[in-house]
């Protein structure tokens, strides 16, 4: 018997029966407290040459009272909490699942599987990524269930109750292993290489036979997650109309509405994405993760659906930075003039394709560095391995890149004697420099950038 | 003991992505007090996008900041954007709402002109005033003509715009092309201390001298350089999500996964690059991701130049430093001549 049922068992009771200690209490609210709101506006936000004025943000004072309402802070009418079990495996095949004895919970109002989803895929580019799988485990942060229950306490303990039994695959862990031609497959019969970029310009061999010296480095980077404050977070209504609003922390709300138009088969026109303050994306909230599921839940119930990620499920179940894999190798004049360079960059793009694409395109343009090198050729590769996928996290591979090309830089600095900054204003870009992709650039401001920084640093020239 | 050090690592960075579109579009609504609303389809993740944008669509309209309503992120109601991604707010949302500025404007021209007995070519929009161009004397508010061109000439100020960065697809087999519009530039320079007993890094200072193209709020534009420094400082020294040999996640909170907190951030300066794009709004670009690309780059060259090692594989952690000092000095050891 579940919760709503019980209900309407109680209504029909003898009235004398006492209340209980829950239903004589008040709803909990918050003490009401009057805040200092200051009328003063600061001045900037006054004037009327707009552009350049140091103007205050109008959300900061809500977020500094603490009144912004992000999505933990709303609740509606009736609206139940769902949770997510997750693989805890990071490469198999589901053989069961039973969800019959958290069904059975008191206070558990629905479960849902991934094959009670209409369309049971998403993604930006690919679509690779399942709402909750149904049939192989990709990665151990995987869902294979959800619950929808009036606490989310009783949610949590319903995931327990939830069996399900896998047949264990091997899994690919290293993205250089996962290359080979005889690794597992992520995603078989594919190959683990599900996306390739090449830039090529001039000829790096004729450049590195001009050069006086070759420097040969492998670099490397780990995956990093975004940890924002506020985790993903969204609630989902489908009304009685058949119409879906969902409220949710997605930087992308076009996109969103599209992916949540896929899976579930809806008309777009009976879509409602309402993005809230978002408590930090830095890349990490663009794209839908549960808001699928949860408005399958709240379609089985009738009620809206709350879905917060925990702590650990920022880590293990959302979108994280690419590990790259760098080979740099480099041809200079003796005078520290950069003649060639050629890049080789193996991205772990994890269990699914993500924002990978975008992220190997970013990654291969940008690898040789803001200078003018005649001869370039960058290849890059991303792949699937059995791990949390990699997708859009702030800099897109440049920082892993820049890692690379300026640890070489200095390392070709100190090789030829010459100082740090000189060697950087030698080959950064003019304006009007071809990029490695033969775009001629405009406002090019590298060497102003380079001189400001050093004179704020006092950097004293030494080689 | 503590071995002092500074790097130095510069950068380049697109603004907005490669796909064959990423679209903006914007509506202005003049209000009949002078004021206005703006609608877009980005969503505000904590950056200040839509405080950035209201100062756009106010100095198009010749306003106030306060004098503008930012409205975003309802599919229902607010117009498609590409979204808070790629650098690509103040960019390309930006220009969106620059032209759907100057559309709501034309409308208020057209009804101000017979009021001040001009050309609607001579009139500019200035201090919360429609002008003529060179006779500021003669000029009517903002908000007189708003109503006028709703309430008597049923013309309501209302402006739609949208924008799309020029790009030229790539050569699949070169990848030769205009992938982007344009592009950022910027330096960090940062000083550390390495102490050699135990591999510890403390950074101590961070120049930052970030080209923005216009920086539209030059407040916000420092509060993004300094955001993106410790995303660096993490990503230089600290931050790894590790994994067992079954694949499963060994750290997944904030315990085991170490992150930069306020007393690991080092003095940051910042300094703004002057610099103007022609197809930017007022000459802006953007500034968001570029703050996190050269921080880490710059810490491990100031670590080679403290004690003289290389780390290739980030983070550097200490056991990390460490080892390659041990390395080091056992090499240099060998050298020495029986």
Redesign the interface.
């Known amino acids: 018997m579940n919760e709503h049922s019980r209900v309407l068992e109680r209504d029909k009771l003898d009235i004398a029966e006492p209340l209980s200690d829950v239903e004589l209490r008040l709803p909990a609210v918050l003490p009401r407290e009057s805040y200092p709101i200051e009328t003063l506006?600061p001045d900037?936000?006054?004037?009327?040459?707009?552009?350049?004025?140091?103007?205050?943000?109008?959300?900061g004072r809500l977020h500094g009272l603490g009144q912004t309402k992000y999505i933990d802070d709303l609740s509606f009418p009736g609206m139940l909490y769902a949770r997510i079990k997750r693989a805890?495996?990071?490469?198999a095949r589901i053989k069961r699942i039973d969800t019959s004895a958290a069904e059975a919970m008191p206070g558990v109002m629905a479960v849902l599987t991934g094959k009670e989803i209409p369309v049971n895929s998403f993604g930006p580019s690919f679509q690779d990524q399942p709402v909750l799988v149904d049939d192989l485990v990709f990665?151990?942060?995987d869902g294979v269930a959800a619950v929808a229950a009036v606490t989310e306490q009783i949610a949590n303990e319903a995931l327990e109750k939830i069996v399900v039994e896998y047949e264990p695959l091997p899994?690919v862990?290293d993205p250089v292993a996962a290359m080979r031609e005889d690794s597992p497959k992520v995603h078989a019969p594919n190959s683990n290489i599900y996306a390739t970029?090449?830039?090529?310009?001039g000829d790096v061999e004729k450049g590195f036979a001009e050069s006086d010296y070759i420097f040969e480095?492998?670099?490397?980077?780990?995956?990093?997650?975004h940890?924002s404050l506020e985790p993903h977070a969204a609630i989902a209504d489908w009304d009685a109309n058949g119409r879906l609003t969902i409220w949710a922390t997605?930087?992308?709300?076009?996109?969103a509405?599209a992916d949540i138009a896929r899976t579930l088969k809806l008309p777009?026109s009976r879509?409602?994405?309402?993005?809230?303050?978002?408590?930090?994306?830095?890349?990490g909230?663009?794209e839908i993760s549960q808001e699928p599921a949860l408005a399958l839940l709240s379609k089985k119930t009738g009620r809206p659906v709350k879905g917060v990620f925990t702590?650990?499920e920022?880590?293990?179940s959302t979108t994280?930075?690419h590990p790259i894999i760098m080979d740099y190798k480099t041809g200079v004049t003796n005078k520290g003039r950069i003649l060639a360079r050629q890049i080789r960059l193996v991205l772990d793009g994890g269990a699914y394709c993500s924002w990978s694409e975008?992220t190997l395109?970013?990654a291969?343009?940008?690898a040789p560095?803001?200078y003018k090198i005649d001869n370039v050729l960058?290849e890059a590769f991303v792949v699937y391995t059995?791990?949390?996928m990699t997708g859009?996290m702030?800099?897109?591979g440049?920082?892993q890149v820049?890692?690379a090309?300026?640890?070489q830089m200095?390392?070709i600095a100190k090789k030829l004697g010459i100082d740090?900054?000189e060697i950087?204003l030698l080959n950064?870009?003019d304006e009007g420099s071809p990029?490695?992709?033969?775009?001629v650039?405009?406002?090019?401001?590298?060497k102003?950038?380079?001189r400001?920084?050093?004179d704020?640093?006092d950097?004293e020239p030494r080689s | 003991m503590k071995r002092r050090g500074r790097g130095i690592a510069c950068m380049w960075y697109p603004i907005g992505f490669t796909v064959s579109a990423n679209p903006s579009a914007a509506t202005v609504k003049m209000n009949e007090d002078g004021t206005a609303t703006v609608l877009t389809g980005t969503v505000e993740t904590g950056q200040g996008s839509l405080t950035v944008l209201g100062q756009i669509a106010a100095e198009a309209l010749g306003i106030a900041t306060d004098d503008v309503h930012v409205v975003s992120a309802d599919t229902d109601t607010t117009p498609m954007d590409t979204g808070a991604i790629a650098s690509r707010t103040t960019y390309v949302t930006g220009n969106a709402i620059f032209l759907a500025a100057e559309a709501a404007k034309a409308i208020l021209f057209e009804a101000a002109a017979p009021m001040l007995g001009v050309k609607v070519s001579q009139l500019e929009a200035k201090d919360r005033k429609i002008q003529v161009k060179n006779y500021p004397q003669r000029n009517v508010s903002i908000g007189e003509v708003a109503l006028r061109a709703q309430a008597v000439l049923g013309t309501p100020a209302i402006g739609s715009a949208s924008w799309n960065p020029p790009t030229v697809a790539l050569d699949p087999e070169t990848g030769q092309g205009k992938p982007f519009a344009t592009y950022v530039y910027a330096t960090q320079i940062a000083e550390v201390d390495v102490d050699d007993e135990t591999g510890e890094v403390e950074v101590l200072r961070i120049a930052a001298a970030h080209d923005c193209g216009t920086a539209i709020n030059p407040m916000l534009v420092e509060g993004q350089v300094e955001g993106g420094i410790s995303m660096g400082v993490g990503m230089a020294l600290q931050e790894e999500m590790l994994f067992d040999a079954n694949g499963r996640h060994i750290n997944p909170n904030l315990t085991n996964y170490i992150m930069p907190t306020s007393l690991d951030m080092p003095e940051i300066t910042v300094d703004i690059v002057q610099g103007f794009d022609p197809t930017g709004p007022f000459g802006a670009k953007g500034v968001g991701e570029p703050t996190a690309v050269p921080t880490s780059a710059a810490i491990l060259n100031a670590i080679h130049d403290a004690v003289g090692v290389r780390v290739y594989s980030l983070p550097a952690t200490s056991e990390k430093v460490l080892t390659a000092i041990k390395a080091k000095r056992a090499a240099e050891q060998k050298q020495i001549p029986a």
């Open positions: 506006t900037a936000r006054q004037q009327t040459r707009a552009v350049g004025q140091r103007v205050t943000r109008p959300d805890g495996i990071a490469s990665h151990a942060g899994a862990l970029k090449t830039i090529r310009k480095d492998r670099f490397s980077t780990q995956m990093i997650e940890v997605i930087g992308r709300i076009t996109l509405r777009m879509i409602r994405i309402i993005g809230t303050i978002v408590g930090g994306n830095f890349g909230k663009n702590r650990g920022e880590f293990t994280t930075r975008t395109g970013k291969c343009i940008l560095g803001p960058s059995n791990k949390t859009a702030r800099g897109f440049a920082p820049c890692f090309y300026e640890s200095d390392d740090p900054l950087r950064a870009f990029s490695p992709t033969g775009q650039l405009h406002s090019v401001v590298i102003e950038s380079l400001k920084a050093a704020r640093f950097w």
